[in-house]
């Protein structure tokens, strides 16, 4: 998402509403369990996405996008009026999105235009690791993610604190932002 124009707006979304979709999933174990086969069922999808494959191999199923579509109306139904609006965008896309691979369906996605403010702008770990050579940040970006999945989400209680750094760390990055002397 990073190298594209178009995915800084969709990496702001993702920060923020993380948190209030993590705390909807805490509430109601049932759907954290349809989100967890469904996050179990794409992954070899967003490894065909990740693996920079010239054509797909892999493309999500209808079955997949019902599921998800089911799990989206869920959410919705307890949303804030905000992020009830950022499903319905999601709500109208994801059916088209039956039988198509990563790439396919990263290039049909829209540049969009969000009211959301940008605290920062770029990644999380980019503000942090600002002068760093892109590959190397990209790579601490990939270790922050493992250290997630394979340490903080397998430990119990540890979704917990992945739910905190999802909260906190638009406006931690936006002090960081503001102030290159933190950052140093």
Same mark, same amino acid.
């Not at 039988?99 to 290039?107: K, L, N, P």
């Given at each position: 998402m990073v190298p594209d124009p178009k995915?800084? /707006?969709? &990496?702001?979304?993702?920060?923020?509403?993380? !948190?209030?979709?993590?705390?909807?999933?805490?509430? +109601?174990?049932?759907?954290?369990?349809?989100?967890?086969?469904?996050?179990?069922?794409?992954?070899?999808?967003l490894e065909d996405?990740?693996?920079?494959?010239?054509?797909?191999?892999?493309?999500?199923?209808e079955e997949w996008v019902e599921g998800a579509l089911d799990v989206l109306e869920a959410l919705e139904q307890r949303?804030?009026?905000?992020?009830? /609006?950022? &499903?319905?965008?999601?709500?109208?896309?994801? !059916?088209?999105?039956?039988?198509?691979?990563?790439? +396919?369906?990263?290039?049909s996605l829209p540049a969009r235009e969000i009211s959301v403010p940008p605290a920062f702008t770029g990644t999380p770990e980019g503000i942090v690791l600002r002068g760093?050579?892109?590959?190397?940040?990209?790579?601490?970006?990939?270790?922050?993610?493992r250290v997630r999945d394979e340490v903080m989400l397998r430990a119990d209680g540890g979704e917990a604190y992945v739910a905190l750094v999802y909260r906190y760390t638009p406006e931690v990055v936006g002090i960081l932002w503001q102030d290159e002397g933190m950052r140093l």
């Open positions: 995915g800084e /707006v969709y &990496i702001r979304l993702v920060y923020w509403y993380a !948190p209030e979709v993590t705390a909807l999933l805490m509430q +109601d174990k049932e759907l954290r369990q349809e989100v967890e086969v469904l996050a179990v069922e794409v992954r070899p999808f996405l990740v693996a920079g494959r010239s054509e797909g191999e892999v493309s999500l199923s949303a804030s009026p905000e992020l009830q /609006v950022e &499903i319905g965008w999601w709500r109208k896309v994801l !059916p088209s999105w039956a039988g198509r691979t990563g790439r +396919d369906i990263w290039a760093m050579d892109a590959a190397e940040v990209r790579r601490y970006g990939q270790l922050l993610s």
